[in-house]
């Protein structure tokens, strides 16, 4: 099946410094989503990418969808330490029409950002 | 607007017994999404309804798990003679319509954990 490999697993930052972490799968979407979620919350829906060579801005959040369709990557400048928590990459394949509706996530990034 | 809502938000049950978890999709939306999660893992697609109809469901175990989005009232995942293995986080997400071009943007709800004892 399709798998998603998210990196790095986790990551230590000083406040103020740029992240970036990225997604890469054997398959290929036409769809990505990046999601942050926090301790005992549902993922909260980031930025969406539609189309191959994407690039999305959301504030201080940036997102790419590859050019091949088989990768992604988030940026975040200047981080604050209410950026904490978990980022989660998920790709959908939408195939003839048909919406599959069956998001494939990643293991996720844990981000810890020092004051 | 409020979001997805789901209930209840935990839920304790013994080896044995049956656990129904609710899902109020977001205003205007159709889809409906059920996704369970382990600890410290990412989640894991389970099954996608539409108003009486179950879309797929090939990530969802063949035994004791079923799930339900009737015409009037929210979405129900029901599991019987629940075991250990079952406690995990269980989300709920849903879709606009197709009609909006978003339709691939699911959003969540705040989840229902399970702990079976």
């Known amino acids: 099946g399709q798998q998603l490999n998210q990196s790095p697993q986790s990551m230590f930052i000083q406040e103020g410094e740029d992240v970036s972490m990225n997604c890469t799968s054997s398959s290929i979407f036409n769809t990505w989503l990046w999601y942050k979620q926090d301790p005992g919350e549902g993922p909260v829906l980031l930025i969406a990418l539609y189309k191959a060579g994407e690039l999305t801005s959301n504030g201080r959040l940036t997102a790419q969808f590859g050019i091949t369709r088989k990768d992604s990557f988030l940026n975040i400048s200047a981080s604050i330490p209410s950026d904490v928590g978990i980022y989660f990459c998920a790709g959908l394949l939408n195939a003839g029409g048909t919406s599959y509706g069956k998001l494939t996530f990643g293991q996720g990034t844990i981000l810890t950002v020092h004051p | 607007n409020a979001g997805v809502m789901q209930n209840p938000r935990h839920l304790v049950r013994r080896r044995g017994q049956e656990a129904r978890l609710r899902c109020s999709p977001m205003k205007g939306h159709s889809h409906v999404y059920w996704y369970r999660q382990l600890p410290e893992e990412g989640l894991k697609f389970m099954v996608y309804l539409q108003k009486e109809n179950i879309i797929d469901e090939s990530g969802m175990p063949k035994e004791r798990f079923s799930a339900e989005f009737p015409k009037e009232g929210p979405s129900i995942l029901r599991i019987q003679q629940v075991v250990r293995g079952d406690s995990a986080a269980y989300f709920c997400?849903?879709?606009?319509?197709?009609?909006?071009?978003?339709?691939?943007?699911?959003?969540f709800g705040p989840g229902t954990r399970l702990t079976v004892l």
């Open positions: 997400a849903s879709s606009p319509p197709r009609t909006s071009g978003r339709e691939n943007e699911q959003f």
